[in-house]
């Protein structure tokens, strides 16, 4: 392949999942405040905007059970410390009216001493029933923000491309530093990778690979020569675009041995028109 051709210019760096969730997170912060989701989720278009959302759900969601974990164990606390005030009502209860009966001897004075007692278990027994109240709200309350979270998490999963096919279709590839074009005809059924491709210079063949993780490993068997290169890249968040390296493993005629190649989807003809 001709290698004279430079990369020309730079390219933004991409910005994935955790910087958008950064800018997500207020918006979604205030709409949980408001016990409802953001409106802007409903409009997600684009994957890699998608991906940014499940992100950040996905954290609120955790900040949402570490509430929960917490509200239920101050729950069980709650509950341990009525059982205990019942009881200790029943049996100042039970120990004043022995005293007002004569069955326990006592005083005037210990009598009333013994009132005070049971009002203050009373009040003391009520103060844990209203905590138990506003404990039991807020445990319905955070397990509505969950359900609402993990069933907009769910919705917008489905909206992502199968993993099944999320790789398969046609890229348009570019090697550097040779610039060469070319195009790769991908089929991805599960994490196998199977195609063909054709590059300038007719050079064709067939690709078989693997992804992995978002990890892309190919190799490419040329018709005439047999295995050339291997190819490793990674896919952006949107799932259109691959960038990594490649390894010549053809060494003839001073082609360079290593360098870097880039591929974007093309789009398809019923995906423009779903637009």
Sequence with gaps: MRHARSLAGGRERPRGPGFRMAILAPTLAAGLAANCLPVFCQDLKRPEEQLAAIFALKTQLDIEQRRLDTALQRHSDNTRAREEARDRVARLYGELDGMVSGRIAATPEAIQTREQDVSKAEAELEGLSREARQVRFEIRDTRDRIDLLQDRIARLRKTLPSDT???????????????????????????????????????????????????????????????????????????????????????????????????????????????
């Design 165 to 275: 096919e999320a790789l398969t279709g046609t890229w348009e590839v570019t090697y550097q530093p040779s610039g060469d074009q070319g195009v790769f005809m991908l089929r991805q059924s599960g994490t196998l990778l199977a195609g063909e491709y054709s590059l300038e210079g007719g050079w064709k063949g067939s690709l078989q690979g693997t992804i992995v993780d978002g990890k892309v490993h190919l190799s490419r068997i040329d018709a005439k020569l047999g295995r050339s290169s291997d190819l490793q890249g990674s896919v952006a968040p949107d799932g259109r675009t691959i960038r990594g390296t490649w390894q010549n493993f053809v060494l003839s005629g001073g082609e360079p041995v290593t360098g870097s190649w880039i591929a974007h989807k093309r789009q398809e003809k019923q995906d423009t028109d779903s637009q």
